[in-house]
């Protein structure tokens, strides 16, 4: 390693001297090694410090010493204390400050002060940061001071329309408000520039990909625009077309929209000619649909918009919907990683033993004991702790268990309540009425427990304590989502996966495989099958060196 820098490493956000920050620690080039997880230009990446796993925010290369500063991983995290790349097609810039020696930036910090804004940082309307302040929402998250910049900061003048971006954040970071915020203010400024003889056209689309996302989406934007004037307009759900198109913001799924975008179908179509930006929410699920990417080729030869991409996970095909030249993007936390603000817990079951929950209807149900050795059932472990938790000891958690399959979501359901655990499963085999009424029994605390598939897997906002993972999802960026549907809005949760490693069906090996490589903490039997595996790994690797050779 001697010789060249072990690695560059560039401290991007603003505010911290890099000597306020701690921990910081000297170390030769060589013993650099030692340490893990500091690979060249590790922008993104942290270090072990003792038991403390550390983001690296400096790191300062001297004669024969590297320097490196960090901040202790945590959930109360300022915009810039934590691992942060915001950068301007490639090209890393500092996020926005207004103040010195203050790293907290508040919504009210850009309020207008009079009709007539004297300042450069007078952006949004009183009634827009009231509107927030009513939900608790004060201090800026760092995915929205980066939108914030993106949409109302350009960095140059020249550009012929608003940039591109793309909002890489972990789950439960406040994405939705980064674009709904500095949107729903450009369509107010829109409105107050444009004359009032002018027809109403929609200055602002956002796409997600499930009903029950683009209607929290939808009632989020509700309780932003009250009492401003603007009309939203919800392109979902049980109205298969909307009557007319005269609004200003559009909440879309792919399906209804296309009513009235395609010729041939009956709906009224929509003038896009004042169509401004485009939002993409859970951006690389969006983009794996081809019904959507024919729906934005469309859009894209009606109008000349700003894409605005978002999701905790990404992929190739996200980055390929930018504009090359006019774009930011902005990373947050380490990216395709379940949130450091989530507890992960493995449960080593055997699904195809017999249950041992007897006594259905009964006040009390019996559990016959296990063998040693003997693995539980996956019912059986998460009736054990429902029974501890909910039943005897009344916590008011709230937890939801995510399967797969929507007729063992039911099933679920339905044992559980029998056992006296009042329990509903919400998925896409039912009624939306229906789906709608059972997840609100649940938002509303009137059942502590849900079981749900891949329909709530992500973007779904509810406050939850515990997820547990009955199965495993197909790919692993299900399973980041589906973790981070507790530990969000800098909260604790706990994730608890069940595995069961001759279930292959259900336990996909190389989903299982990728937990291992992200997660550090693991109990044994977990950490088991990550040595095997990684020597498996050696061996094709090897082996497939070895048939390069003879060829
Ligand atoms: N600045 C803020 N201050 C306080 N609360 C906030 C702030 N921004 C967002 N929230 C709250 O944090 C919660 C999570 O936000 P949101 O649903 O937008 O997360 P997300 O990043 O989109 O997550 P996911 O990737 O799971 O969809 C919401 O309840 C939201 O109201």
Redo the contacts with the bound molecule.
């Keep these: 390693m001697s010789g060249t820098p072990a690695f560059s490493v560039t401290r991007i956000a603003s505010g911290t001297s890099a000597s306020s920050i701690t921990p910081s620690i000297s170390v030769t080039q060589d013993a650099l090694a030692n340490y893990e997880h500091i690979t060249p230009a590790a922008t993104l990446n942290f270090f072990q410090f003792h038991d403390i796993k550390c983001y690296i925010l400096q790191a300062v290369k001297q004669t024969n010493e590297t320097k490196v500063c960090g901040v202790k991983e945590g959930n109360d995290h300022k915009y810039d204390s934590e691992d942060i790349y915001f950068a301007y097609c490639y090209h890393p810039i500092d996020l926005h400050r207004i103040k010195e020696n203050d790293n907290v930036l508040y919504?009210n910090d850009f309020v207008k002060q009079s009709y007539v804004p004297r300042s450069g940082t007078e952006i949004l309307d009183r009634q827009i940061v009231d509107n927030?302040s009513k939900?608790?929402?004060?201090?800026?998250?760092p995915?929205?001071i980066a939108a914030f910049q993106a949409i109302f900061f350009q960095i140059s003048e020249s550009q012929k329309r608003p940039s591109d971006f793309l909002g890489v954040?972990?789950?439960?970071?406040?994405?939705?408000?980064?674009f709904l915020v500095p949107l729903v203010q450009k369509c107010l400024n829109h409105c107050k520039e444009s004359s009032i003889n002018v027809r109403l056209t929609p200055s602002v689309l956002i796409f997600a990909h499930t009903t029950t996302?683009v209607e929290?989406i939808y009632q989020?934007t509700l309780e932003l625009v009250k009492d401003t004037g603007l009309i939203v307009r919800l392109i979902a759900g049980k109205t298969q077309f909307i009557p007319d198109t005269y609004f200003h913001i559009g909440i879309c799924c792919i399906g209804r929209f296309g009513n009235h975008l395609y010729p041939g179908l009956p709906g009224v179509k929509i003038d896009l000619s004042g169509l401004k930006y485009v939002v993409i929410?859970?951006a690389d699920k969006m983009v794996s649909l081809d019904e959507f990417t024919s729906l934005y080729q469309k859009l894209k030869e009606k109008a000349d918009f700003a894409t605005l991409l978002?999701?905790?996970t990404n992929n190739s095909s996200v980055k390929s919907l930018l504009d090359a030249d006019n774009h930011y993007t902005f990373y947050y936390g380490t990216p395709n990683t379940v949130a450091t603000s989530i507890k992960q817990k493995f449960w080593h079951v055997n699904s195809r033993s017999f249950s041992k929950v007897f006594g259905a209807l009964l006040d009390e149900p019996s559990v016959t004991l296990w063998e040693k050795d003997e693995l539980p059932h996956p019912f059986d472990a998460i009736y054990c702790l429902l029974d501890r938790d909910i039943k005897k000891n009344k916590s008011d958690k709230r937890i939801v268990i995510f399967v797969k399959r929507t007729a063992l979501a039911d099933f679920i359901a339905l044992r559980l309540t029998l056992y006296g655990i009042p329990t509903v499963s919400v998925h896409s085999g039912q009624r939306l009425e229906n789906r709608q009424r059972f997840l609100k029994y649940f938002t509303d605390g009137e059942v502590q427990v849900m079981v749900a598939t891949n329909l709530l897997t992500?973007?779904?906002?509810i406050?939850v304590d515990y997820v547990i993972n009955y199965d495993i999802p197909l790919v692993y960026s299900e399973f980041i989502?589906r973790c981070?549907?507790t530990g969000?809005?800098?909260q604790n949760g706990v994730a608890i996966t069940c595995v069961d490693f001759n279930n292959h069906e259900d336990y996909n090996p190389e989903v299982l495989q990728q937990i291992v490589d992200k997660e550090k903490k693991l109990p044994t039997f977990m950490a088991k099958f990550a040595e095997n595996a990684d020597k498996l790994r050696k061996l094709g690797m090897e082996g497939n060196e070895n048939a390069v050779r003879k060829h």
């Design positions: 919504f927030l939900q608790d929402i004060v201090k800026m998250r995915v929205q954040s972990v789950t439960g970071s406040g994405k939705t408000h980064a996302l929290s989020k929410d859970e978002f999701s905790a992500r973007g779904t906002d406050q989502h981070g549907r969000r809005n800098q």
